[in-house]
């Protein structure tokens, strides 16, 4: 049997799902290490709060294999009607469709995932298409937008051919109304890939790859902001 996976110190794997959960919490809270000037971490018109932020561990669901982590911030006005919307309400589908609807709607959100587990360039583009297959399927873009945004993928992730993901990679997202930026930060602070697009399909096609109904991201991003209130 694998042994539990350690990041930074903390233990992450293990059958138990109290210290799994722990594990996270303790994962998140540690300081990220630096950020270069160029990644995207103008986060000043963000919010701060319960509500303006979730965050989650994702893991690869038949063999339970930590993947990565994601901690994603919204701005000033997405966390008010956030806030309006949950309140001290209980999680049920209804309210999570609803949240889920206020996420897409954002135009000013940031986002950093760091894998804690390496991964070839097949399976990271694998999963990207089961997702954002998901927001085809929910309409929230076209299948025109998805064919050519996932056409040009292979391209831009190119250097993971023979480099791989490797364990403690991180992207970050920066994501407004009609452009969407993409850093990849390799393990050693090296940047990979820095890529501005332009359009509402681009953060639509990621948004909607996290919070479409049935993608991986979905349940537990917004569990997160119920669970900040128990």
């Known amino acids: 049997m694998r042994p539990p996976l350690r990041r930074?110190?903390?233990?992450?794997?293990?059958?138990?799902?109290?210290?799994?959960?722990?594990?996270?919490?303790?994962?998140?809270?540690?300081?990220?290490?630096?950020?270069?000037?160029?990644?995207?971490?103008?986060?000043?018109?963000?919010?701060t709060g319960r509500y303006a932020e979730m965050h989650m561990l994702l893991e690869k669901t038949i063999f339970k294999v930590d993947v990565l982590t994601m901690r994603l911030r919204f701005d000033t006005v997405t966390a008010s009607r956030?806030?309006?919307?949950?309140?001290?309400?209980?999680?049920?589908?209804?309210?999570?469709?609803?949240?889920?609807?206020?996420?897409?709607?954002?135009?000013?959100?940031?986002?950093?995932?760091?894998?804690?587990?390496?991964?070839?360039?097949?399976?990271?583009?694998g999963g990207v298409r089961k997702d954002m297959r998901k927001a085809v399927d929910a309409g929230?873009?076209?299948?025109?937008?998805?064919?050519?945004?996932?056409?040009?993928?292979?391209?831009?992730?190119?250097?993971?051919?023979?480099?791989?993901?490797?364990?403690?990679?991180?992207?970050?997202?920066?994501l407004t109304a009609d452009a969407l930026r993409t850093v990849y930060l390799g393990m050693e602070g090296e940047i990979l890939l820095d890529q501005t697009d332009v359009g509402r399909e681009r953060p639509l096609a990621v948004l909607g790859s996290w919070f479409a109904p049935g993608s991986s991201f979905r349940k537990k991003l917004i569990e997160s902001l119920f669970a900040a209130s128990d």
Request: cysteine-free; hydrophobic content about 50%; proline content about 5%.
């Open 140 to 174: 929230i873009i076209s299948e025109a937008d998805f064919r050519m945004i996932f056409r040009g993928m292979p391209r831009w992730y190119a250097f993971l051919a023979d480099r791989r993901i490797r364990e403690g990679d991180r992207m970050f997202y920066r």
């Open 82 to 125: 956030l806030a309006t919307l949950v309140g001290d309400r209980a999680l049920t589908r209804s309210l999570a469709d609803s949240v889920a609807r206020v996420a897409l709607r954002t135009e000013d959100s940031w986002a950093v995932l760091e894998f804690v587990r390496g991964a070839s360039l097949d399976q990271f583009l």
């Open 8 to 47: 930074r110190g903390v233990l992450v794997g293990g059958r138990n799902p109290l210290m799994r959960a722990l594990a996270l919490l303790a994962l998140l809270a540690l300081p990220s290490p630096a950020i270069p000037q160029s990644v995207p971490d103008d986060t000043l018109t963000l919010a």
